[in-house]
């Protein structure tokens, strides 16, 4: 369905799109929240802006929004620059993480609302705030008031006050970072859900990288008011394109290591020989490793860690040789810390049930597909 | 009624925030804002802390209220002079204030100017608190000082001013000139109190607006005014409060159409002592009563 539709609109211009644009809060001396950014966010698609606290996120939200203004760059909506229209006639919708529902209105008065601006007559009115409220599965709470809802009814007023409008894409701001784990990963769903029957265009904000995974068409990863990588959720987990990204989605074994030798062969079988401080030389593939000589990381996924037990010297030239410290159960899967040699520890992930457990302690060897190691420039 | 509501603290970034800047007159010494605590009923012994501080809140509202008492009776008096025991109780001065033409139509001024005043007063002091709180400008403590200023500059040279300024404006001796004579003077406390209320406002919720296409202006009539309405009122009536018992502008500005009661009980002292000028007292007594009864609920909607 996501390639599907990235496939329909990648000849159409793009609804929204970021040309060039910073952002300095105060004098320009003093840095830029937002430093260079040019992104494209397509009609349907729902893109997120991922990244640690303040590396621009929320500044990118606001910008479009209008409550904040470029220092530089251009803003278009729909092929339109809007950097002299104020934020009420953008006609974006906004769910903010405070939700920043009326308190004096009740919940169908909130909704109601941009309908009443927008001189909508009464009972047309009042149609569309039913539905809007039967969408977030809320018909009945329409006369009540905000302050007597829990959080996770407060945000979906929140959602549909946002979109009963039919703007043309809805912004959304940390909108789950007030609520508990289980409540969130409901609201994940119900956010996707929406998303795709309606065919909203949504940007969505949030630092919680398993959040931007199971939510997105695509993830902007931010850090430091650049974006770092701009991709699918599959791709951005498999093929991360610098070592920030590799360590700020998913988790990662980080393995320091010397390039010893030029890529070989094509496509997916590119690979480099990197001998790792241990003393062992392993093939990585490379994204942006440097030349023989140069310091390097491989990062490897614990679940992409394969574990035997027996000695490394009877499985391959590539295999490491390991103690196993330890076997942490997770409930659906366990976790082995790995000891190698020279201090560096590996963890891998396994399935519950999957086959012996070896006992801590015991000698094992340990290796993956190179496939899936990844080479990155040290201290990149 | 002297109107020392216990105010609402100032922003500590609008008082006096600003380097460089004047110093803003700090507001007169509130009372301390909280009623004196309910003592717990099922405590079978108060503690003596308690004691000394029920003990010293009485002293202190007696104090306050001890002279008006002492005189407001008289005017019930049957007799015609100021003093004790009295002759006989009779409402005869209520009945000369009532039918008098120096009394009544000062009464209806007086209420007039005031809800005048009030009404203006709530009106710039809300836009004035608004600007203050939204904004972030320099000289903000200046402006603060400034809008402040009548509630510790003393009203006589208040008084003078508008008179040097009304006069060739052809302001004085006209209603117009008595309001924003009043209006001024009342508009510190709507500020004060309005500022508080939207202490307790989120502005986000002014770009959620903004967000559902309402432009500032709407938002501030549909989103923020009625949720800061409460303050606003408050401010309103202390204005209204001020307006009714002052006598320095209403000295200067008003002419004789314009006499309001403290004015003519001001005059009504240095021709001949009537009683009458008791039953004029106990009215607006009364009032600032009710006034204050106002506000407390007021206070409790909130
Ligand atoms: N209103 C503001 N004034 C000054 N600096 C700000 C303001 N808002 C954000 N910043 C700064 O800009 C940077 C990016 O902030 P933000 O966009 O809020 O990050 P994020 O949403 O990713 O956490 C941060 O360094 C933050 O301190
Ligand atoms: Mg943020």
């Given at each position: 369905m996501t390639a599907q539709k990235q496939g329909m609109n990648r000849m159409a211009e793009p609804l929204v799109r970021f040309e060039g644009v910073r952002k300095a809060y105060g004098a320009a001396a003093s840095g830029y929240a937002v430093q260079r950014l040019d992104l494209d966010v397509e009609k349907g698609e729902l893109l997120t802006l991922l990244g640690p606290s303040g590396s621009g996120k929320t500044t990118t939200l606001m910008l479009l929004a209008g409550f904040e203004m470029p220092s530089e760059g251009r803003i278009l909506l729909g092929g339109r620059d809007i950097a002299r229209l104020p934020p009420h006639k953008r006609g974006i919708g906004v769910v903010f993480q405070s939700y920043a529902?009326?308190?004096?209105?009740?919940v169908a008065e909130n909704v109601a609302f941009s309908l009443e601006v927008r001189g909508v007559p009464k009972p047309e009115r009042a149609r569309r705030v039913e539905r809007a409220l039967s969408m977030v599965r809320l018909e009945t709470f329409g006369e009540r008031r905000p302050a007597q809802l829990s959080g996770g009814q407060q945000q979906r007023i929140a959602l549909a006050r946002a979109m009963v409008f039919e703007p043309p894409i809805v912004l959304l701001d940390e909108p789950l970072g007030a609520l508990d784990k289980a409540l969130r990963e409901e609201m994940q769903y119900e956010i996707r859900s929406l998303h795709q029957r309606l065919g909203l265009t949504m940007m969505y904000v949030t630092h919680d990288q398993q959040e931007a995974l199971t939510l997105s068409d695509r993830i902007a990863v931010f850090e430091g008011g650049r974006i770092r990588q701009l991709a699918p959720p599959r791709r951005l987990y498999e093929q991360p394109e610098n070592a920030f990204v590799a360590g700020f989605v998913g988790e990662n074994n980080r393995l320091p290591g010397t390039v010893r030798s030029h890529p070989e062969g094509e496509g997916r079988d590119r690979a480099i020989r990197v001998m790792l401080d241990g003393g062992t030389e392993v093939l990585a593939r490379p994204v942006d490793a440097g030349a023989p000589g140069s310091r390097c990381v491989v990062a490897v996924r614990p679940e992409r860690v394969a574990v035997a037990a027996i000695l490394a010297s009877e499985m391959g030239e590539d295999a490491l040789s390991a103690r196993l410290a330890e076997v942490i159960f997770q409930g659906d899967h366990v976790r082995l810390r790995l000891s190698l040699g020279d201090g560096a520890e590996v963890v891998a992930k396994r399935p519950v049930g999957g086959g012996m457990m070896p006992e801590p302690g015991t000698l094992v060897s340990v290796a993956w597909d190179p496939a899936h190691a990844h080479a990155f420039a040290a201290g990149g | 009624m002297s109107p020392d509501p216990a105010l609402p603290r100032i922003p500590a970034r609008l008082a006096?925030?600003?380097?460089?800047?004047?110093?803003p007159p700090a507001p007169p010494p509130a009372p301390p804002s909280a009623p004196p605590p309910v003592a717990a009923r099922a405590r079978p012994a108060p503690r003596p802390g308690r004691i000394l501080l029920w003990t010293f809140g009485l002293l202190a509202i007696l104090f306050l209220l001890a002279p008006v008492l002492a005189v407001l009776p008289l005017s019930f008096s049957a007799g015609s002079f100021l003093h004790y025991p009295l002759p006989g109780l009779s409402l005869r001065w209520y009945a000369d204030f009532w039918n008098s033409d120096f009394w009544l139509p000062a009464l209806w001024n007086s209420l007039r100017v005031g809800a005048g005043a009030a009404l203006l007063a709530g009106a710039l002091g809300t836009l004035a608190a608004f600007g203050l709180w939204r904004g972030r400008f320099r000289g903000q403590a200046v402006v603060m000082a400034v809008l402040l200023a009548p509630m510790v500059v003393p009203a006589i040279i208040v008084a003078v001013a508008l008179l040097l300024f009304f006069g060739p404006l052809g302001l004085t001796n006209s209603f117009t000139g008595l309001i924003l004579g009043h209006a001024a003077l009342g508009a510190p406390f709507v500020v004060v109190t309005v500022l508080a209320a939207l202490q307790q406002f989120d502005p986000v919720q002014l770009r959620a607006a903004a967000a559902c296409g309402a432009s500032p202006l709407r938002a501030f009539w549909r989103v923020c005014l009625p949720q800061i309405m409460p303050g606003v009122a408050a401010g309103a009536v202390f204005a209204f409060a001020t307006s009714l018992d002052e006598v320095a502008v209403a000295l200067f500005i008003a002419g004789p159409a314009q006499r309001t009661l403290p004015r003519q009980m001001f005059s009504g002292l240095n021709d001949s002592i009537s009683l009458t000028i008791m039953a004029a007292a106990m009215v607006l007594v009364l009032i600032s009563g009710l006034l204050l009864l106002a506000v407390t609920l007021l206070r409790r909607a909130r």
């Open positions: 529902l009326f308190p004096h209105m009740s | 006096g925030a600003e380097p460089g800047g004047a110093p």
